[in-house]
């Protein structure tokens, strides 16, 4: 009970801190925030004081996960007009969706895919055409965006399966160049202009009307946040569930030690095309919904930068771990976004972080815990 | 005689223009321990990759329980009943000391994404049931260790992580299991009380075959009663160790007396 307690208050402490620095508008106010914000980080780390909110939340775990879910409704509802605030807060959710998928390819199986943006994109151009040109309702076409990029993904490890070490990191390097020159000379995918997509509708909703019940108003980007918050929740699931199965095992080993894998009966082509697959799916999906909230895609947001702040979001979060990507996409995405001198030289600032990261903190912000497949958690 | 459980015939194995197995002749008769020694580079670690698949032979033939295997994956001769150790530890040191057991048991283990995914209750059976037989498993060669399951593999001592490594590998109820150098790292009493365990699981599972290398003669000399002796991958004697050791070729290669 006062274990949950903590849990609880160390949640309103964020949520709070997450709904002040979503609303400040002031870069002096947006600065000293974001101090009080590390200097917390860094007390809290030196005092230990974050070990009881961490037993706490890792042996409640549903629990934690309510209030995770319902601190973000919250966060929602308080800022319900504010269109700027909420677009970042979706897009924070649907990057969340991205990086999980990431996550099962680099962080459980080992295959690092420097492409991630790429087949994010993938899953935005698949929702473009298909929601311009085919029927097809709209979670479909979502689905269908996760599948295209698990395809395409496929195709393109299938043929270096046999091969070992980097060869998979630099096909995927190479798939994140060619992909966007692809696009920008393609013409039946808008060139470099890009797509515009018309609003998503689910059944009799309309995503792009403001909503408005009684005396409740609010913006549309309320309904994305709530796509994107059951993409969130779907995807943690499915994570954490591979995670703490027989395929979590195979997947960690396969990473590990591919001679003991291989000599225990691992076939290690399939478990990586597997994870590959799995991962490149939750991504399409992402991009889809991404591409939707955005109405409009362009080969530019889909670039190799793109990709490595993908995968700089699992280093800083620790790789592995779907807490840790949660927290560090919320820092990777909103920093730059709400602290404008920062903005040119966000990609500075995530090589930095990245470098700081792997020189003082390795397992990252919020480090993988250990699989427990039996028993209660560790105290 | 009865047909051995494996046997190679004429395997060589070259390294460019190493030959590490040269031509090497071996059978091991089904519930034995066969000993493997030979001087440092004799070839006996490569024996081992090269019957488990690890490295292809060059040339010559593996037969197992009357069907080739000549040439198969590493995945397939597992299957086919063939376990191992590993000279230098290879367990999954981020992994639970389950977890790594689990690996051994891959091929028993229902791998399904789907079912992984979603039939969650009749997993939980499933991994309840691997809990306690590795349990069981474990408790014969460290009771305490048994107790331990759920820490990872990082935390525990080298003598430790051998036996894990062990039961790793009998774990899956192997026809073959292959030693490879279980004292390394270990005192002398450490690794005879190891393979004392091994032996009473023998027991137990009836039936098992061992080839074990070892470079501690003691131990070779206790726990088998026929070892080959490797130089240069070939072989150069045979037989129980008292006779082999009395070998003057043996004594010259291996056991440095003149």
């Given amino acids: 009970m006062r274990s949950r307690a903590i849990a609880a208050l160390f949640t309103a402490l964020v949520t709070a801190y997450a709904w002040l620095l979503l609303r400040a508008e002031s870069q002096g106010a947006i600065a000293a925030l974001i101090l009080v914000g590390i200097a917390a980080g860094i007390l809290a780390m030196r005092t230990q004081l974050l070990r009881p909110v961490a037993r706490s939340l890792g042996s409640n775990e549903r629990f934690a996960q309510g209030l995770a879910f319902a601190a973000v409704v919250v966060i929602a509802l308080a800022l319900r007009d504010d269109d700027f605030a909420l677009l970042l807060l979706t897009r924070v959710l649907i990057v969340i969706v991205a990086c999980l998928g990431l996550n099962v390819q680099f962080g459980y199986a080992g295959v690092v895919n420097f492409a991630g943006a790429s087949f994010f994109g993938v ?12 029927r097809l309702p709209h979670l479909l076409v979502l689905l269908a965006g996760g599948v295209t990029a698990a395809l395409a993904g496929t195709v393109l490890l299938l043929p270096i399966l046999r091969t070992r070490g980097h060869y998979a990191a630099l096909i995927t390097i190479a798939f994140a160049l060619l992909f966007r020159t692809f696009l920008e000379v393609n013409d039946a995918l808008g060139g470099p202009q890009g797509l515009k997509l018309g609003e998503m509708r689910i059944g009799p909703l309309r995503f792009n009307d403001p909503i408005s019940a009684g005396p409740f108003e609010g913006s549309f980007y309320l309904r994305y946040i709530a796509v994107a918050l059951v993409l969130v929740a779907l995807a943690f699931a499915v994570v954490q569930r591979l995670d703490r199965s027989w395929v979590g095992v195979a997947l960690d080993t396969v990473r590990l030690d591919e001679i003991a894998a291989a000599s225990f009966g691992m076939d290690i082509a399939r478990w990586k095309i597997a994870a590959f697959t799995v991962g490149n799916f939750i991504i399409g999906v992402a991009g889809a919904l991404s591409a939707f909230m955005i109405g409009f895609i362009a080969p530019n947001n889909y670039s190799f930068a793109e990709s490595l702040i993908f995968v700089s979001i699992l280093l800083l979060g620790g790789i592995g771990s779907a807490w840790g990507l949660s927290l560090a996409t919320a820092i990777v995405i909103l920093l730059p976004e709400k602290f404008q001198i920062i903005q040119e030289y966000r990609f500075l600032m995530f090589a930095a972080l990245v470098v700081l990261t792997l020189l003082f903190r390795p397992v990252g912000l919020v480090p993988r815990p250990l699989r427990r497949l039996v028993g209660p958690p560790l105290s | ?102 690996v051994g048991n891959h091929q028993h283990l229902d791998h ?64 073959l299991l292959l030693l490879d150098e279980p004292s390394a790292g270990m005192t002398h009493e450490e690794t005879l009380r190891l393979m004392d365990d091994i032996l009473e699981v023998q027991q137990k599972l009836g039936g098992l075959t061992i080839i074990l290398i070892e470079h501690e003669m003691s131990v070779i000399e206790r726990v088998t009663r026929r070892c080959v002796v490797l130089n240069y991958g070939r072989k150069i004697a045979e037989g129980a160790y008292a006779e082999v050791s009395r070998d003057p070729e043996v004594r010259e290669a291996y056991l440095g007396l003149e």
């Fill in chain 1, 123 to 134: 899953g935005g151009y698949t929702a473009a055409v298909l929601a311009s040109s085919a």
């Fill in chain 2, 1 to 102: 005689m009865t047909t051995p459980l494996l046997s190679c015939r004429r395997l060589t194995r070259r390294f460019g223009g190493v030959v590490a197995l040269d031509g090497l002749d071996l059978e091991v008769e089904a519930a034995s321990v066969l000993g493997l020694i030979g001087p440092n580079g004799s070839g006996k670690t490569t024996f081992f990759n090269v019957v488990t698949g690890l490295f292809p032979a060059n040339a010559g033939e593996i037969r197992f329980a009357g069907a080739p295997i000549t040439g198969l994956r590493p995945q397939a001769v597992h299957r086919a009943g063939i376990a191992r150790t590993f000279q230098r530890s290879r367990l999954c040191l981020p992994l639970s000391i389950f977890d790594n057991l689990m």
């Fill in chain 2, 112 to 175: 399904r994404l789907w079912f992984n995914l979603v039939r969650r209750q009749v997993l939980r059976r499933q991994i309840e049931e691997n809990y306690r037989a590795a349990r069981e498993l474990l408790h014969i060669f460290d009771p305490p260790l048994a107790d331990r399951m759920m820490e990872p593999a990082a935390r525990i001592p080298m003598i430790d992580r051998r036996r894990v490594e062990v039961c790793r590998a009998l774990i899956s109820r192997p026809k």
